[in-house]
Protein backbone atom coordinates (compact mmCIF):
# COMPACT_ATOMS: atom_id res chain seq x y z
CA UNK A 1 0.00 0.00 0.00
CA UNK A 2 1.33 3.26 -1.16
CA UNK A 3 0.04 5.24 1.97
CA UNK A 4 1.33 5.31 5.69
CA UNK A 5 -0.52 4.08 8.88
CA UNK A 6 -0.57 5.46 12.23
CA UNK A 7 -0.21 3.83 15.65
CA UNK A 8 -2.03 4.39 17.90
CA UNK A 9 -5.44 4.37 16.72
CA UNK A 10 -5.82 7.07 19.78
CA UNK A 11 -3.99 8.42 22.27
CA UNK A 12 -5.23 10.14 25.18
CA UNK A 13 -2.83 12.29 27.82
CA UNK A 14 -2.91 15.11 30.21
CA UNK A 15 -1.45 18.33 29.19
CA UNK A 16 2.10 18.96 29.84
CA UNK A 17 3.02 14.88 28.83
CA UNK A 18 4.92 14.06 25.52
CA UNK A 19 2.63 12.74 22.68
CA UNK A 20 4.74 9.97 20.40
CA UNK A 21 3.00 8.79 17.36
CA UNK A 22 4.31 6.12 15.26
CA UNK A 23 3.58 5.68 11.25
CA UNK A 24 4.95 2.89 8.98
CA UNK A 25 4.88 2.84 5.20
CA UNK A 26 6.62 0.52 2.76
CA UNK A 27 7.25 1.97 -0.44
CA UNK A 28 10.48 4.13 -1.04
CA UNK A 29 10.10 7.41 -0.61
CA UNK A 30 11.15 10.81 -1.56
CA UNK A 31 10.12 12.70 1.72
CA UNK A 32 7.73 11.79 4.04
CA UNK A 33 5.12 14.42 5.40
CA UNK A 34 2.93 15.07 8.65
CA UNK A 35 -0.38 16.70 8.85
CA UNK A 36 -2.33 17.27 11.25
CA UNK A 37 -6.43 18.17 10.96
CA UNK A 38 -9.07 19.71 13.63
CA UNK A 39 -12.49 18.14 13.62
CA UNK A 40 -14.10 18.88 10.49
CA UNK A 41 -11.71 21.14 8.78
CA UNK A 42 -8.47 20.72 6.06
CA UNK A 43 -5.74 19.11 6.77
CA UNK A 44 -2.85 21.44 8.08
CA UNK A 45 0.86 20.64 6.83
CA UNK A 46 2.98 20.53 10.10
CA UNK A 47 6.45 19.28 9.10
CA UNK A 48 8.13 17.46 6.07
CA UNK A 49 11.38 14.95 6.21
CA UNK A 50 13.32 13.90 2.98
CA UNK A 51 14.66 10.26 2.95
CA UNK A 52 18.60 11.16 3.56
CA UNK A 53 17.34 13.21 7.19
CA UNK A 54 17.05 11.09 9.89
CA UNK A 55 15.69 13.88 12.69
CA UNK A 56 14.19 17.27 12.04
CA UNK A 57 13.02 19.77 15.00
CA UNK A 58 9.90 22.50 14.47
CA UNK A 59 9.12 24.15 17.78
CA UNK A 60 7.42 21.82 20.21
CA UNK A 61 7.37 19.13 17.18
CA UNK A 62 10.17 16.48 16.83
CA UNK A 63 10.25 14.04 13.54
CA UNK A 64 12.19 10.66 12.95
CA UNK A 65 12.62 8.82 9.72
CA UNK A 66 14.32 5.40 9.66
CA UNK A 67 14.16 4.35 6.19
CA UNK A 68 15.48 0.65 6.86
CA UNK A 69 12.57 0.21 9.19
CA UNK A 70 10.21 1.85 6.79
CA UNK A 71 9.00 3.59 9.98
CA UNK A 72 8.78 7.49 11.15
CA UNK A 73 7.53 8.97 14.65
CA UNK A 74 6.05 12.50 15.46
CA UNK A 75 6.84 13.43 19.04
CA UNK A 76 4.71 16.39 20.67
CA UNK A 77 6.35 17.88 23.41
CA UNK A 78 4.87 19.11 26.60
CA UNK A 79 1.66 19.14 24.83
CA UNK A 80 -1.63 21.60 25.03
CA UNK A 81 -5.34 20.99 24.73
CA UNK A 82 -5.18 23.29 21.88
CA UNK A 83 -3.13 20.19 20.40
CA UNK A 84 -6.42 17.78 20.27
CA UNK A 85 -6.58 16.88 16.57
CA UNK A 86 -6.10 13.90 14.47
CA UNK A 87 -2.79 13.30 13.11
CA UNK A 88 -1.47 11.96 9.79
CA UNK A 89 1.49 10.85 8.01
CA UNK A 90 2.00 11.15 4.44
CA UNK A 91 4.81 8.93 2.65
CA UNK A 92 5.45 10.45 -0.41
CA UNK A 93 6.93 7.44 -3.56
CA UNK A 94 9.41 8.41 -5.66
CA UNK A 95 8.77 5.84 -7.93
CA UNK A 96 6.07 4.31 -9.43
CA UNK A 97 2.58 4.83 -10.12
CA UNK A 98 2.13 6.83 -7.25
CA UNK A 99 5.04 9.00 -7.71
CA UNK A 100 4.03 12.37 -6.82
CA UNK A 101 0.27 12.20 -4.78
CA UNK A 102 0.35 11.91 -1.25
CA UNK A 103 -1.64 8.68 0.32
CA UNK A 104 -3.14 9.27 4.51
CA UNK A 105 -3.79 6.65 7.13
CA UNK A 106 -6.46 6.60 8.80
CA UNK A 107 -5.03 9.17 11.64
CA UNK A 108 -3.84 8.68 15.38
CA UNK A 109 -6.57 10.97 17.03
CA UNK A 110 -4.74 12.64 19.72
CA UNK A 111 -6.96 14.04 22.60
CA UNK A 112 -5.26 16.18 25.44
CA UNK A 113 -6.78 17.00 28.87
CA UNK A 114 -6.83 19.81 30.48
CA UNK B 1 -5.72 30.33 6.27
CA UNK B 2 -4.44 28.32 3.49
CA UNK B 3 -5.30 30.25 0.99
CA UNK B 4 -7.59 27.21 -0.84
CA UNK B 5 -10.78 27.64 -0.92
CA UNK B 6 -13.82 25.40 -1.71
CA UNK B 7 -17.89 26.01 -2.19
CA UNK B 8 -20.06 25.12 -0.91
CA UNK B 9 -19.36 24.43 2.78
CA UNK B 10 -22.53 22.00 2.68
CA UNK B 11 -24.43 20.31 0.54
CA UNK B 12 -27.61 18.52 0.91
CA UNK B 13 -29.48 16.45 -1.79
CA UNK B 14 -31.22 13.26 -2.89
CA UNK B 15 -30.22 10.33 -3.80
CA UNK B 16 -29.97 10.57 -7.75
CA UNK B 17 -28.79 14.13 -8.26
CA UNK B 18 -25.45 15.73 -9.47
CA UNK B 19 -23.60 18.05 -7.43
CA UNK B 20 -20.36 20.20 -8.26
CA UNK B 21 -17.89 21.44 -5.74
CA UNK B 22 -15.55 24.32 -6.26
CA UNK B 23 -11.81 24.76 -5.63
CA UNK B 24 -9.44 28.02 -5.93
CA UNK B 25 -6.04 26.76 -5.05
CA UNK B 26 -3.59 29.10 -3.49
CA UNK B 27 -2.50 31.71 -5.40
CA UNK B 28 0.92 30.22 -8.02
CA UNK B 29 0.09 26.83 -7.39
CA UNK B 30 -0.47 24.65 -10.16
CA UNK B 31 -1.44 21.50 -8.81
CA UNK B 32 -5.58 20.74 -7.62
CA UNK B 33 -5.78 17.23 -5.42
CA UNK B 34 -9.52 16.09 -4.80
CA UNK B 35 -9.72 13.67 -1.46
CA UNK B 36 -12.61 12.66 0.01
CA UNK B 37 -13.02 12.15 3.55
CA UNK B 38 -15.79 9.56 5.68
CA UNK B 39 -15.71 7.44 8.34
CA UNK B 40 -15.57 4.11 7.13
CA UNK B 41 -13.04 5.04 4.11
CA UNK B 42 -10.66 7.37 5.79
CA UNK B 43 -9.07 10.07 3.73
CA UNK B 44 -9.14 8.50 -0.46
CA UNK B 45 -7.27 10.13 -3.07
CA UNK B 46 -9.74 11.23 -5.88
CA UNK B 47 -7.87 12.57 -8.49
CA UNK B 48 -4.96 15.39 -9.49
CA UNK B 49 -4.64 17.92 -11.87
CA UNK B 50 -1.48 20.20 -13.19
CA UNK B 51 -1.82 23.03 -15.02
CA UNK B 52 -4.77 22.21 -16.26
CA UNK B 53 -4.36 18.47 -17.35
CA UNK B 54 -5.22 15.53 -15.47
CA UNK B 55 -2.17 13.79 -13.89
CA UNK B 56 -3.60 10.95 -11.71
CA UNK B 57 -6.28 9.27 -10.87
CA UNK B 58 -6.86 7.57 -7.64
CA UNK B 59 -10.12 5.59 -5.83
CA UNK B 60 -12.14 7.85 -8.48
CA UNK B 61 -15.62 6.47 -8.92
CA UNK B 62 -16.64 6.82 -12.82
CA UNK B 63 -20.37 8.50 -11.83
CA UNK B 64 -17.46 11.11 -10.28
CA UNK B 65 -15.62 13.41 -12.99
CA UNK B 66 -13.15 16.38 -12.31
CA UNK B 67 -11.27 19.50 -14.59
CA UNK B 68 -9.49 21.74 -14.13
CA UNK B 69 -9.64 25.47 -15.96
CA UNK B 70 -7.47 27.65 -17.36
CA UNK B 71 -7.42 30.18 -14.61
CA UNK B 72 -6.85 27.15 -12.26
CA UNK B 73 -9.93 26.64 -10.01
CA UNK B 74 -11.05 23.25 -10.50
CA UNK B 75 -14.43 21.81 -10.27
CA UNK B 76 -15.63 17.95 -8.89
CA UNK B 77 -18.49 16.74 -10.28
CA UNK B 78 -21.11 14.24 -8.30
CA UNK B 79 -23.70 12.31 -10.15
CA UNK B 80 -26.05 9.71 -9.79
CA UNK B 81 -25.75 10.42 -5.99
CA UNK B 82 -25.88 7.36 -3.26
CA UNK B 83 -26.58 7.43 0.40
CA UNK B 84 -22.65 6.22 0.60
CA UNK B 85 -21.09 9.42 -1.70
CA UNK B 86 -22.36 11.42 1.80
CA UNK B 87 -19.14 12.33 2.75
CA UNK B 88 -16.27 16.05 3.45
CA UNK B 89 -14.67 16.38 0.29
CA UNK B 90 -11.41 18.01 0.54
CA UNK B 91 -9.56 20.34 -2.31
CA UNK B 92 -5.30 20.76 -2.04
CA UNK B 93 -3.33 21.97 -3.84
CA UNK B 94 0.28 22.90 -4.18
CA UNK B 95 3.61 24.12 -6.58
CA UNK B 96 4.79 21.58 -8.35
CA UNK B 97 3.68 18.09 -10.03
CA UNK B 98 6.00 15.25 -8.87
CA UNK B 99 8.94 14.93 -6.40
CA UNK B 100 7.15 17.36 -4.47
CA UNK B 101 8.79 18.58 -1.39
CA UNK B 102 6.69 21.70 -1.32
CA UNK B 103 3.65 20.69 1.24
CA UNK B 104 -0.24 20.41 -0.22
CA UNK B 105 -2.32 23.28 1.54
CA UNK B 106 -5.88 22.26 1.89
CA UNK B 107 -9.41 23.90 1.72
CA UNK B 108 -12.16 23.74 4.34
CA UNK B 109 -13.61 21.06 2.72
CA UNK B 110 -17.39 20.86 1.49
CA UNK B 111 -19.19 18.41 3.65
CA UNK B 112 -22.33 16.30 1.49
CA UNK B 113 -24.97 14.57 2.78
CA UNK B 114 -26.71 12.96 0.56
CA UNK B 115 -30.15 11.77 2.14
Known amino acids: SQQGEEDPQALSIQEGENATMNCSYK?????LQWYRQNSGRGLVHLIL?????REKHSGRLRVTLDTSKKSSSLLITASRAADTASYFCAPLADRGSTLGRLYFGRGTQLTVWP | DSGVTQTPKHLITATGQRVTLRCSPR?????VYWYQQSLDQGLQFLIQ???????AKGNILERFSAQQFPDLHSELNLSSLELGDSALYFC??????????????FGNGTRLTVT
Open chain 1, 49 to 53: IRSNE
Open chain 2, 49 to 55: YYNGEER
Open chain 2, 27 to 31: SGDLS
Open chain 2, 92 to 105: ASSRRRDRDNSPLH
Open chain 1, 27 to 31: TSINN
